[in-house]
C-alpha cells in the first residue's frame, strides 16, 4: 500500500491508537519473554530510544516514538500480511514470517530498508475494516519499506549480533 491509501490508513491507526481500540488477533505480551530474550528485547528497546535522543522517564517522547508506528516510519509503502487461521495457527504462522524474511532480503538486495512491525497487529481490525478483508483473515504484523535515510538517527545504530554459539545448539 502506498500514497494516499497509507496516509488514510495511518490517519485511522492513529486514531484507534488514542482511542485505545486494541484488537489483536494473537495475543502479545512483553512479560512473556524471559531470560536472553527478554534482556535483548530490553536493550533493542532502548538502543532505539536512545537513538532518538527520548529518556525513559519521557512518558511524552515515548508515546511520539510509539505514534512512529501508525506513521510507518514515514515509509512511502507498506506490506500487510494477513494469514487463514489453521490448527494451532503455528504452522502457517512460521511460512508468514519465512516469506517476511525473505522479503526482507530482497528489499535489502536492492538498497531498500524494511521495518517489521508487529505493534501493527494491535489494531488488526482496523486494518481488516479499513481495507475490507474478512474476519476470517488473520493480521499478523507489516512491513514498512522504501528508501532508508542513511542520516536519520535510529538508522545509525545498530544492534550488537549475538554470537551464532549463543543461540544455536551444536550436536555432533
Known amino acids: 500500500m502506498s500514497g494516499d491509501k497509507l496516509r488514510q490508513l495511518s490517519a485511522a491507526l ?8 486494541f484488537a489483536p488477533d494473537f495475543t502479545f505480551e512483553l512479560s512473556a519473554y524471559s531470560g536472553r530474550y527478554k534482556d535483548r528485547g530490553n536493550a533493542q528497546g532502548k538502543a532505539y530510544l536512545d537513538s532518538i535522543g527520548i529518556a525513559r522517564d519521557d512518558d511524552a517522547g515515548r508515546r511520539a516514538s510509539v505514534a512512529l508506528n501508525y506513521g510507518f516510519f514515514n515509509a512511502p509503502h507498506v506490506a500487510l500480511l494477513f494469514m487463514p487461521p489453521v490448527g494451532d495457527n503455528v504452522r502457517v504462522a512460521s511460512d ?13 538486495a536492492r538498497d531498500l530498508g524494511g521495518v517489521p512491525q508487529t505493534s501493527l497487529g494491535f489494531f488488526a481490525n482496523t486494518i481488516r475494516s479499513f481495507l475490507g478483508i474478512s474476519d476470517e483473515l488473520k493480521f ?13 538517527p535510529c538508522n545509525r545504530k545498530q544492534m550488537e549480533r549475538d554470537p551464532v554459539a549463543d543461540s544455536v545448539t551444536f550436536h555432533e
Open 14 to 21: 492513529l486514531q484507534a491508537l488514542a482511542a485505545r481500540q
Open 140 to 152: 499478523l504484523f507489516g512491513i514498512s519499506f522504501g528508501y532508508p535515510d542513511p542520516e536519520a
Open 96 to 108: 508468514v514470517g519465512m516469506y517476511a524474511q525473505t522479503f526482507l532480503l530482497s528489499l535489502a
